[in-house]
C-alpha cells in the first residue's frame, strides 16, 4: 500500500442508496450500471492500486432523484452510513456529507448534521440540481452557511433534464457529465456567487469538465459582453485559479496540460471515480498520471498527498 495516496473521488454504493434507486426505477449512472461494492472490496482495490485513503460519497443522481420527504430520509441514511464506515476505519475513509437539496431549509439541518454530530469532512453538491445550476440563487442561503463553516465541497455531475433530449446514442458520462460540470462552474463564475463567498473550497469533477480549456474563452467574455461582468470585479481566470480540481478521468497530456498552464500544483488532487471506473481504469490513471512530462516528482507528490492534507488534515497526521 502506497504511504500517501488520497483519493477524493471515490463512491460507495451501499445497499440502502441500491433499494431506494430501486424502487424509482433507476438502474444506471450516467449511463452505466452500478457495480458491485462493499468497505471490503473498495479497501482490497485501494491496496492493490497503492492508495492509501479514500474521500467517499455517492454518485449521480445523488438523492435528487427523490421526492422531499424520502431525499431528506435518504441523505441522512446515507450520510449514517458514511460516518459508520469512517468509525469502522478512520485511516482509510473520509466521506463528502450529502443534503437535499433543492429543499434549501432541509438542506441546511442536514449540514448542521453531518457537520457538528457526524464530522464527516466536507459536502457532496451536484453540479445541476433539478433545472437549476450551482450559482443559482435558489440555493444562497446554502452558499451563505458552506462559506461560513469554509465547507470543502465536492461537485459532482449529473444529467440536466435538458440534455435528455440531445438526440447523440452515447452514455451520459462520455460527453455531459464534463458539460454539465462546465455550466456549474461558470454559473458560479458569472453570477458573482465565488466572488460573495470566497471561503467555500470546491472540489470540481473530472477536472472541471471542459472549465481549463475554455478558461480564456471565459477571461474575454467581458470585452464581449459588458454585462457579464457586472457582478464579477476580478477577470474570471482569478475565479478559475481559485478551485480545486480532481485528476478522475481527466490524467491524460491534454487535459492535465490545460489544468497546469491554468492552476497552481497546489490546486490539483488525485481522484480515481471507483468503483464507477474500474480498477483497470484507475491502474492506467496512476501510471498516465506518473508519466506525464508536466508532471516531475515533487508536483505529483502534492497532486497525490500533500494537497489532500491541506483540505483533510486529519489524514496528515
Do not use: C
Not at 26 to 53: K, L
Not at 87 to 101: E, V, Y
Not at 291 to 297: S, Y
Request: net charge negative; no cysteine.
Amino acid at each position: 500500500m502506497a504511504s500517501g495516496r488520497i483519493d477524493v473521488h471515490n463512491h460507495i454504493i451501499p445497499k440502502q442508496y441500491l433499494a431506494g434507486l430501486e424502487r424509482a426505477g433507476i438502474t444506471t449512472t450516467g449511463g452505466i450500471a452500478y457495480p458491485e461494492w462493499s468497505p471490503q472490496i473498495a479497501m482490497e482495490t485501494m491496496d492493490r492500486v497503492g492508495t492509501r485513503a479514500a474521500i467517499t460519497s455517492v454518485s449521480s443522481p445523488g438523492v435528487v432523484f427523490a421526492d422531499a420527504k424520502v431525499a431528506r430520509e435518504l441523505a441522512r441514511e446515507l450520510n449514517e452510513v458514511s460516518a459508520g464506515l469512517i468509525s469502522d476505519h478512520p485511516d482509510r475513509f473520509g466521506a463528502f456529507g450529502h443534503i437535499p437539496l433543492p429543499d434549501v431549509d432541509s438542506a441546511l439541518l442536514e449540514l448542521e448534521y453531518l457537520s457538528d454530530s457526524l464530522h464527516l469532512d466536507g459536502v457532496i453538491l451536484l453540479a445541476s440540481i433539478g433545472e437549476r445550476y450551482l450559482g443559482d440563487s435558489a440555493f444562497e442561503p446554502v452558499y451563505a452557511e458552506l462559506n461560513r463553516r469554509k465547507t470543502v465541497v465536492f461537485v459532482h455531475p449529473t444529467i440536466h433534464p435538458s440534455t435528455k433530449a440531445v438526440p447523440v446514442d452515447l452514455p451520459e458520462f462520455l460527453l455531459e457529465f464534463a458539460f454539465d460540470t462546465t455550466r456549474a462552474i461558470a454559473n458560479l463564475v458569472f453570477s458573482g456567487t465565488l466572488e460573495r463567498y470566497p471561503d467555500i473550497r470546491f472540489i470540481f469533477a473530472h477536472g472541471g469538465g471542459t472549465a481549463p480549456y475554455l478558461a480564456w474563452r471565459m477571461s474575454i467574455a467581458r470585452e464581449i459582453d459588458p454585462a457579464m461582468g457586472e457582478r464579477i470585479p476580478e477577470d474570471p481566470e482569478v475565479y478559475l485559479k481559485r478551485l480545486y480540481y480532481d485528476t478522475a478521468l481527466s490524467p491524460s497530456p491534454q487535459a492535465m496540460s490545460a489544468m497546469t498552464q491554468l492552476l497552481d500544483p497546489s490546486q490539483i488532487l488525485f481522484g480515481s471515480d471507483w468503483p464507477m471506473a474500474p480498477e483497470k481504469v484507475t491502474e492506467r490513471s496512476i501510471a498516465s498520471l506518473a508519466g506525464l512530462d508536466m508532471v516531475d516528482a515533487a508536483t505529483l507528490n502534492q497532486i497525490e498527498t500533500t494537497n489532500a492534507y491541506a483540505l483533510f488534515p486529519r489524514f496528515a497526521k
